[in-house]
């Protein structure tokens, strides 16, 4: 690194140090170097999260979604574990069972390439993204989109369809059409007209929705941890 560089790299941590622990301002400057207090914070001080942080960071941003809601999916699908086999079948980071990893490119051994993993599983996210495009709240949107990647978009419109015939608003999910997905395994729901894909166990699919929000708003808290 050169002497010019090293000397305002020092320059940048003793004004952040001054701004974080001091609380000192610095006239017409301090909008700017508050902004570079929170870049800095972001690059160096985050903990990781796993191994594979760089390549999900690099994955998602076709996605346009905050690589932290990716890592929760892949924690929650594998906790991280490439060589992780479901009782069901699914393979990998991703948890990928061998007909959709094809429709989404992978075959065989590439399923274990972290990469390649969270390439598909990010093809997969935009196809249901597309398929809920309709929600236009983007928060909700996306606790759709999980939903459906962990039972089946088929399964999520027929409780949507429910939840419209019956008065609940079908693009929210909480005390809504997560409700629905729980009736679809009474035989009086799964078998309304409105519904096409038949008898289903919710419950599994509400709590995965639950369950990768609540590692996402984790793993957000610990952004400052390293300090």
């Not at 941590?13 to 006239?27: A, H, K, Q, R």
């Not at 009474?186 to 929000?213: I, L, W």
Request: hydrophobic share 40%; proline share 2%; glycine share 8%.
């Amino acid at each position: 690194m050169k002497t010019k560089e090293l000397n305002n790299t020092k320059t940048r941590f003793i004004i952040i140090v001054m701004l974080l622990f001091f609380n000192i301002t610095i006239g017409d400057d301090e909008i700017y170097w508050r902004g570079a207090l929170d870049n800095y914070l972001e690059e160096y001080c985050t903990n990781p999260i796993s191994e594979y942080d760089k390549i999900i960071q690099v994955g998602v941003r076709r996605l346009g979604w905050d690589w932290r809601m990716m890592a929760s999916i892949v924690w929650n699908e594998s906790r991280f574990n490439i060589n992780a086999v479901s009782s069901q079948g699914a393979r990998g980071l991703m948890q990928f069972m061998p007909r959709t990893a094809e429709r989404f490119g992978l075959e065989g051994e590439e399923l274990k390439d972290p990469a390649k993993n969270i390439e598909a599983g990010v093809e997969y996210l935009m196809f249901l993204e597309r398929r809920f495009g309709e929600i236009a709240d983007r928060d909700e949107r996306i606790k759709f989109v999980l939903a459906g990647y962990n039972a089946g978009p088929g399964h999520v419109r027929d409780a949507m369809a429910l939840a419209e015939k019956y008065g609940d608003n079908p693009h929210v999910w909480y005390n809504s059409v997560d409700k629905w997905l729980l009736a679809l395994q009474e035989r009086k729901y799964y078998t309304d007209e409105v519904c096409r894909h038949g008898f289903f166990r919710g419950r599994y699919t509400v709590r995965y929705v639950k369950n990768v929000f609540e590692k996402y708003y984790f793993y957000k808290e610990q952004k400052f941890n390293n300090l």
